[in-house]
Antibody
């Protein structure tokens, strides 16, 4: 069974950093692009970025709103994906989801809440 | 960025009746590889999004056949042939052709 589980969310002050993890199971993690999305409370979904599978270069791409502040990485040996979030802003408050694949992820995790507040 | 405009934003439906959601895009979603990466997602209350349809009309595994997708170019439609109570939630179209990938504003389906 394909599963994705996010972890690492919590309360953080503006300007600080946080790293989210995405633990994958039930499929060959290294064969797939890993995407990140977010959803502010009561609002709509937003694509954050993705990291390609190594077979497609292993390179990341980002939404303009997070480029230069967020970094997506992966460790195929442990089936883990990461979202490093630096210089956090209040408007980064959201539930963060990881998803399998790009262009329309077919499996999503349950999400982890990140609250940026002083 | 590609702007995705859904209508209606609120959709009250009687059980057993059909429902239709439209998604209009600001530019063609035909990719250079010939595919059209238009997806539909369902988000039930308190849950994460679930993909229902990919590449316009392909139903995902386990999705009931009362859900269908159609369209081309810039205009797409999700149809639920007979609404059931478990269909309550918010429906989003999402394009995966042009980066940044973008979502519609969501259509909230409720039972009348």
């Amino acid at each position: 069974e394909v599963q994705l589980v996010e972890s690492g969310g919590g309360l953080v002050q503006p300007g600080r950093s946080l790293r989210l993890s995405c633990t994958a199971s039930g499929f060959t993690f290294g064969d797939y692009t890993l995407s990140w999305f977010r959803q502010p409370p009561g609002k709509d979904l937003e694509w954050v970025g993705f990291i390609r599978a190594k077979g497609y270069g292993g390179t990341p791409e980002y939404a303009a709103s997070v480029k230069g502040r967020f970094t997506i990485s992966r460790d195929d040996s442990t089936s883990l994906g990461y979202l490093q979030m630096d210089s956090l802003k209040i408007e980064d408050t959201a539930v963060y989801y990881c998803g399998r694949g790009a262009g329309g992820s077919d499996y999503w995790g349950q999400g982890t809440l990140v609250t940026v507040s002083s | 960025d590609v702007v995705m405009t859904q209508s209606p934003l609120s959709l009250p439906v009687t059980l057993g009746q059909p429902a239709s959601i439209s998604c209009s895009c600001s530019q063609s979603l035909v990719h250079s590889d010939g595919n059209t990466y238009l997806n539909w997602f369902q988000q039930r209350p308190g849950q994460s999004p679930r993909r229902l349809i990919h590449k316009v009309s392909n139903r995902d595994s386990g999705v009931p056949d009362r859900f269908s997708g159609s369209g081309s170019g810039t205009d797409f439609t999700l149809i639920i042939s007979r609404v059931e109570a478990e269909d309550v939630g918010v429906y989003y179209c999402m394009q995966g052709t042009h980066r940044p990938f973008t979502f519609g504003q969501g259509t909230r389906l409720e039972i009348k």
